[in-house]
């Protein structure tokens, strides 16, 4: 088994054992294979030990990664970092699910492209549920504002909240609740499905919390 291959078996056996503390099913978490900055070649071996969600920080990287794996085809790509609206168009053809939006601007810009490309591209709106200055992510008080902005995308279809913690784990747990309190808020898990929270440091939390979708990297590729 590669290096990868096995980090890859212990992050799903973490998955399957905080599933299990929290009687769900573990088919209701997906886990989100996060590349950034890592090669080509391992995202292929961790392609070949069953993994099939990838997460990508940057557009330009993505662009790239996209073309060097496009025999993959069953491969979904997922964005997670701050996405810039002019890279909008770049992004939006490529991937399975944008997990970052976070204004009003980027949300026409995503659906302007995904209807000039007759698809619906799912999104998740990202929650600064902390307030954290140095963050990005909607604030709470912009939420209801961004959801109906969403709303009135043809090429859009709103799945869910995403938001990164602090890394101090009991003040992430307080993140989690707060945006699972923020989903019940805004229309519960029918309106908003998914919830894309939890890293390789506090996976097990975020699943206790709700999670759908964890993000992790260092955990499977090793050190960045
Ligand atoms: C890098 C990154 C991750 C993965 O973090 P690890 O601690 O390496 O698991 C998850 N989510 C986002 C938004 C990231 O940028």
Same mark, same amino acid.
């Given at each position: 088994m590669s290096e990868i291959a096995e980090r890859l078996a212990g992050v799903r056996a973490r998955i399957e054992g905080a599933s299990a503390r929290s009687s769900? /099913?573990?088919? =209701?978490v997906r886990l989100i294979a *996060? =590349? +950034? %900055? +890592?090669p080509a070649a391992a995202i292929r071996e961790a392609y070949a030990a069953g993994q099939r969600d990838f997460g990508e920080n940057y557009a330009q990287e993505l662009v790239q990664k996209a073309a060097e794996l496009d /025999?993959? %085809?069953d491969l979904r790509w997922h964005f997670i970092g701050h996405l810039q609206s002019n890279k909008a168009k770049d992004v939006a053809p490529l991937v #399975?699910? *944008? #997990? %970052?939006? /976070?204004s009003q601007r980027l949300a026409q810009e995503l659906g302007k492209r995904a209807s000039k490309d007759g698809r619906t591209l799912a999104v998740l709106v990202e929650v600064n549920v902390g307030g954290e200055a140095q963050k990005h992510g909607a604030s709470k008080e912009e939420l209801p504002k961004l959801i109906e902005a969403i709303d009135a995308q043809p090429g859009l279809a709103l799945r869910g909240l995403m938001t990164i913690p602090p890394h101090d784990v009991f003040e992430a747990r307080r993140a989690f609740e707060a945006l699972a309190a923020l989903r019940d808020r805004h229309g519960g898990s029918e309106k908003l499905p998914e919830l894309s929270m939890g890293m390789s440091d506090d996976l097990e939390v975020a699943i206790a919390s709700g999670a759908t979708l964890v993000r992790v990297g260092t955990a499977i590729f090793g050190a960045r």
């Amino acid at each position: 088994m590669s290096e990868i291959a096995e980090r890859l078996a212990g992050v799903r056996a973490r998955i399957e054992g905080a599933s299990a503390r929290s009687s769900r /099913d573990p088919g =209701s978490v997906r886990l989100i294979a *996060v =590349s +950034k %900055t +890592k090669p080509a070649a391992a995202i292929r071996e961790a392609y070949a030990a069953g993994q099939r969600d990838f997460g990508e920080n940057y557009a330009q990287e993505l662009v790239q990664k996209a073309a060097e794996l496009d /025999d993959l %085809t069953d491969l979904r790509w997922h964005f997670i970092g701050h996405l810039q609206s002019n890279k909008a168009k770049d992004v939006a053809p490529l991937v #399975h699910l *944008v #997990h %970052t939006v /976070d204004s009003q601007r980027l949300a026409q810009e995503l659906g302007k492209r995904a209807s000039k490309d007759g698809r619906t591209l799912a999104v998740l709106v990202e929650v600064n549920v902390g307030g954290e200055a140095q963050k990005h992510g909607a604030s709470k008080e912009e939420l209801p504002k961004l959801i109906e902005a969403i709303d009135a995308q043809p090429g859009l279809a709103l799945r869910g909240l995403m938001t990164i913690p602090p890394h101090d784990v009991f003040e992430a747990r307080r993140a989690f609740e707060a945006l699972a309190a923020l989903r019940d808020r805004h229309g519960g898990s029918e309106k908003l499905p998914e919830l894309s929270m939890g890293m390789s440091d506090d996976l097990e939390v975020a699943i206790a919390s709700g999670a759908t979708l964890v993000r992790v990297g260092t955990a499977i590729f090793g050190a960045r």
